[in-house]
């Protein structure tokens, strides 16, 4: 799976929950980032998606 567009999401999912199950919201939001570029292969038409996203997560600082 090395080399593909999905690599950096799955790698970072592994960090998303805490020991007791919570959803981190640092390493969740990462995560989402690593999302922006792979919505970017399916063209024009996920650019509404990709901008949403990408606006929520700028929403959150960190």
């Keep these: 799976m090395a080399g593909t567009v999905f690599t950096p999401s799955l790698q970072g999912m592994k960090h998303v929950k805490s020991e007791s199950g919570v959803i981190l919201t ?3 939001l990462e995560v989402c980032k690593h999302i ?3 919505l970017d292969k399916f063209g024009s038409a996920m650019s509404i ?12 600082p960190i």
Excluded: E, Q
């Excluded at 998606?49 to 990408?54: M, Q, T, W």
């Design 36 to 38: 922006l570029p792979v």
């Design 26 to 28: 640092k390493p969740f």
């Design 49 to 60: 998606a990709k901008n949403d996203i990408g606006g929520k997560i700028t929403l959150f």
